[in-house]
T-cell receptor
Framework: ETGVTQTPRHLVMGMTNKKSLKCEQH?????MYWYKQSAKKPLELMFV???????ENNSVPSRFSPECPNSSHLFLHLHTLQPEDSALYLC??????????????FGDGTRLSIL | AQSVAQPEDQVNVAEGNPLTVKCTYS??????LFWYVQYPNRGLQFLLK??????LVKGSYGFEAEFNKSQTSFHLKKPSALVSDSALYFC?????????????FGTGTKLQVIP
């Protein structure tokens, strides 16, 4: 149990569908992250939220829309995705966004498949 | 810009033998270095970190890592490999930027421990 829970674990959707990924952390952390993990590629940072405020959008296409209603919850809204968006989407959190020595805690991810 | 390189896509080692997973880094200032492990169908799990101090860092599950500033390396080691160590290992470096923490991950090394 990592303290970071992601739902659903698997998602299959068509290119015209709208769906959302959910992440919840029970660690009292103040920073949350979305990553994309594709085979044979480095982990790609997508978004960073510190104290509910977005501080990083790493040139992510607008078909991905994040939402952070509070420090414990993070969503990724998906709309009109492309086949190349099929990947494992990982959520992570860390205690203090200002501290470089703190590791990130990851959820188990949502495996997304676009038909 | 910071970067991390894991030169080996896969490392095979016999059970009971010592293992090494290589990582080299490039940063402009002092590095904050991390190792994470990912088991199948799971998220990344923190193993150990180097911040400052002793060059040999000990972490979870009997793993350790040696920081070498002159060679800009941070290799992961274990004296005696277990079959259960088979997983994907990621090296990461952290820098300070824009008031939040951005982590750069390597491409990962698959460790296969052969019974």
């Amino acid at each position: 149990e990592t303290g970071v829970t992601q739902t659903p674990r698997h998602l299959v959707m068509g290119m015209t569908n709208k769906k959302s990924l959910k992440c919840e952390q029970h660690l009292g952390h103040n920073a949350m992250y979305w990553y994309k993990q594709s085979a044979k590629k480095p982990l790609e940072l997508m978004f960073v939220y510190n104290f509910k405020e977005q501080t990083e959008n790493n040139s992510v296409p607008s078909r991905f829309s994040p939402e952070c209603p509070n420090s414990s919850h993070l969503f990724l809204h998906l709309h009109t995705l492309q086949p190349e968006d099929s990947a494992l989407y990982l959520c992570a959190s860390s205690q203090d966004p200002g501290a470089r020595d703190q590791p990130q805690h990851f959820g188990d991810g949502t495996r997304l498949s676009i038909l | 810009a910071q970067s991390v390189a894991q030169p080996e896509d896969q490392v095979n080692v016999a059970e009971g033998n010592p293992l090494t997973v290589k990582c080299t880094y490039s940063v402009s200032g002092n590095p904050y270095l991390f190792w994470y492990v990912q088991y199948p169908n799971r998220g990344l799990q923190f193993l150990l970190k180097y911040i400052t101090g002793d060059n040999l860092v000990k972490g979870s599950y009997g793993f350790e890592a040696e920081f070498n500033k002159s060679q800009t390396s941070f290799h992961l080691k274990k004296p005696s490999a277990l079959v259960s160590d088979s997983a994907l290992y990621f090296c990461a470096v952290r820098e300070l930027g824009g008031g939040y923490q951005k982590v750069t991950f390597g491409t990962g090394t698959k460790l296969q421990v052969i019974p």
